[in-house]
T-cell receptor
Framework: QQPVQSPQAVILREGEDAVINCSSSKALYSVHWYRQKHGEAPVFLMILLKGGEQMRHEKISASFNEKKQQSSLYLTASQLSYSGTYFCGTGNQFYFGTGTSLTVIP | DSGVTQTPKHLITATGQRVTLRCSPRSGDLSVYWYQQSLDQGLQFLIQYYNGEERAKGNILERFSAQQFPDLHSELNLSSLELGDSALYFC????????????FGNGTRLTVT
C-alpha cells in the first residue's frame, strides 16, 4: 500500500522547475506532502483533499487526481533551500512514499 | 520548532537489550504516530494512538510495543533488540486522527551494537 514516487532523485540548477509524482494502487482520499532535509525531521508542506483545490506553499504547488490515484508536486523557480527529500503520505498518513531526493545547485 | 519533543536524541545499546523512547506531543494534539526510518529509507509507520487509545497498527514487530498516557505523552518500547533495529525513530503528533498535518519530533537515533 506504499505509494510510489518518481523520480527517485533529481538535480536542478537554481531557477529551474521540477515535478515529483506520487501514485497509489489504492483509492486516495487525501495526499500529504512533506520535505525532509538531511539530518532533520520531515516538515509538512501541504495537504490535498479529495474534491479540494490545488494547494500552494510558497512557489511549490501540488495537484491531486483522484481518478488516477495520483498527486504531483510542482517546484517552480527552485531555490537552494528546496533541497531535501520529498515524501508523499497517503491513507491517513500511515503510508509514505519512498521519497524523492531533490538537490538544487547554484 | 515543531513543538514535539522526543527523548533521548541518541541511544546506543547492545543486542538483546530493551529501550524506551519517549515523545511529548505538541500542545493540543491528541494523536501520536510512531515511524521508523532506516538509513536512507522512507518512513515506515509503526503505530498510532488517539487520546490514549490505540487506533492503527502498521509494520510493528511483536518485540515492539507502545502506549499513550493520560497526559498524552507516548512511549515506544523496543525489546530483544537486534542489529536490524538500528534506525531513526520519529514521533509525530496531530490535532485529529486524519486529514491533519503531522508535526514531527527530531527523532531518536537508535544504534544497536
Amino acid at each position: 500500500q506504499q505509494p510510489v514516487q518518481s523520480p527517485q532523485a533529481v538535480i536542478l540548477r537554481e531557477g529551474e522547475d521540477a515535478v515529483i509524482n506520487c501514485s497509489s494502487s489504492k483509492a486516495l482520499y487525501s495526499v500529504h506532502w512533506y520535505r525532509q532535509k538531511h539530518g532533520e525531521a520531515p516538515v509538512f508542506l501541504m495537504i490535498l483533499l479529495k474534491g479540494g483545490e490545488q494547494m500552494r506553499h510558497e512557489k511549490i504547488s501540488a495537484s491531486f487526481n483522484e481518478k488516477k490515484q495520483q498527486s504531483s508536486l510542482y517546484l517552480t523557480a527552485s531555490q537552494l533551500s528546496y533541497s531535501g527529500t520529498y515524501f508523499c503520505g497517503t491513507g491517513n498518513q500511515f503510508y509514505f512514499g519512498t521519497g524523492t531526493s531533490l538537490t538544487v545547485i547554484p | 520548532d515543531s513543538g514535539v519533543t522526543q527523548t533521548p536524541k541518541h541511544l546506543i545499546t547492545a543486542t538483546g537489550q530493551r529501550v524506551t523512547l519517549r515523545c511529548s506531543p505538541r500542545s493540543g494534539d491528541l494523536s501520536v504516530y510512531w515511524y521508523q526510518q532506516s538509513l536512507d529509507q522512507g518512513l515506515q509507520f509503526l503505530i498510532q494512538y488517539y487520546n490514549g487509545e490505540e487506533r492503527a497498527k502498521g509494520n510493528i514487530l511483536e518485540r515492539f510495543s507502545a502506549q499513550q498516557f493520560p497526559d498524552l505523552h507516548s512511549e515506544l518500547n523496543l525489546s530483544s533488540l537486534e542489529l536490524g533495529d538500528s534506525a531513526l525513530y520519529f514521533c509525530a503528533s496531530s490535532v485529529q486522527q486524519a486529514e491533519s498535518p503531522l508535526h514531527f519530533g527530531n527523532g531518536t537515533r537508535l544504534t544497536v551494537t
